[in-house]
């Protein structure tokens, strides 16, 4: 579980500490404060910054789109991935790139560029990265057919992505060679919900468990009627499935989101937690669908599970009826939450942390917390 984050350079942080974070954490802060960014850091670093993280990150924001590469010097620069560092550059070879960290220069989690020169002899072909003491002490000419990539440092293996002199379309970089890190498990949850494709893929792997269980318990919370879920298909010609719940006294299956947003909301939220067991959940806008009444209630599952299942949350939310509800259930769970603020200040993002009694107070005060 992640005590701490610091981040540097990424996104619109030049620095950021989080001194104390909790199992279950909330996010509050105006537009533009960073908080989607924030969540973004915790995947990068919880996934060791996965080629499939990056993707999914970057075709969240559509970062996939709009650019033509004749508009840039080379195949990197015109790189969606630009979009992770400050201004929305590639750093050159003599940046640092960005960082994200359990602590300043401990445990870090480097994001760069970085050169590599192919050795070849009689018996064999070695690829070397070249330091950056190396850069510093020779003519360039030195390094004529090096290939510039960005890259992942962490733990001492470097993780190559995005390379210059190649196609810079997602995946593309697939078929190089590169290590990848193990990492745990991280599902994000954003303010539209899980496509109906993930959602099955999840419920199928704990058919048939314990945790589809706590999954159909959650949703009767919203709705005490519903005795099932599950998804069938929808359109043969396509395999295409959607959720269907079966309803006490009601011999039709029901589809799911003719319930309302509330109910898919807390099927999301749920499926994705038990899924994530051992790993990070995150949820972008907490409070979408769901009625200040029934919050409160989702926070108490929240808090229980991520206990049981040793997850780790980390939720964003604009609604002050959502903080009013985390805060209501920290009180019971002391030692399991944390709450902070971000807030930008002449385009420089901060954060303030709270802790119950100081966000009780606001709360009752009335003092600006999201």
Not at 105 to 120: G, P, S, W
Not at 228 to 251: M, S
Not at 288 to 298: K, R
Request: net charge negative.
């Amino acid at each position: 579980m992640l005590p701490s984050l610091y981040i540097e350079n990424f996104r619109l942080f030049d620095t950021l500490t989080i001194k104390r974070l909790g199992r279950v954490n909330l996010i509050v802060g105006r537009n533009n404060a960073g908080k989607s960014a924030f969540l973004e850091a915790v995947w990068l670093y919880v996934s060791n910054a996965s080629l499939s993280a990056i993707e999914d990150i970057i075709i969240a924001r559509q970062e996939n789109y709009g650019s033509d590469s004749r508009n840039y010097p080379n195949l990197l620069a015109a790189n969606p991935v630009r979009h992770f560092f400050k201004a929305h550059k590639i750093p050159d070879l003599t940046s640092q790139g960005f960082t994200i960290a359990i602590k300043k220069n401990e445990a870090e989690l480097t994001v760069k560029t970085a050169a590599f020169i192919v050795e070849e002899s009689i018996d064999k072909k070695t690829i070397r990265k070249i330091e950056p003491e190396e850069l510093q002490n020779s003519n360039t000419s030195y390094f004529d057919g090096a290939e510039i990539f960005v890259v992942s440092e962490k733990n001492n293996v470097t993780q190559r992505y995005f390379s210059e002199n190649r196609g810079f379309l997602l995946g593309a970089v697939r078929n190089s060679f590169k290590i990848e890190l193990p990492s745990k498990p991280c599902l994000f949850v954003s303010t539209q919900g899980l496509n109906d494709k993930i959602a099955a893929k999840l419920l199928d792997d704990i058919r048939l468990t314990p945790l589809e269980k706590h999954v159909l318990d959650s949703l009767k919370l919203v709705e005490k009627t519903i005795e099932g879920v599950a998804f069938v298909v929808a359109d043969d010609r396509t395999g295409e499935r959607i959720p269907e719940v079966k309803l006490a006294n009601y011999d039709e299956r029901i589809p799911l989101k003719s319930l309302g947003d509330g109910v898919t909301r807390v099927f999301h939220i749920i499926l994705a937690l038990v899924n994530a067991k051992g790993g990070v959940l995150l949820i972008d806008e907490f409070e979408n669908g769901l009625h200040w009444t029934v919050q409160q209630f989702v926070w108490e599952v929240l808090f229980q599970l991520a206990e049981t299942l040793d997850v780790q949350v980390f939720c964003t939310t604009h609604s002050r009826d959502c903080i009013a509800g985390f805060g209501k259930v920290w009180g019971q769970y002391p030692q399991t939450g944390a709450f902070f603020r971000l807030y930008n200040r002449n385009q420089t993002i901060f954060a303030e942390e709270y802790d119950i009694e100081e966000l009780s107070d606001s709360l009752e005060t009335d003092v600006e917390v999201r």
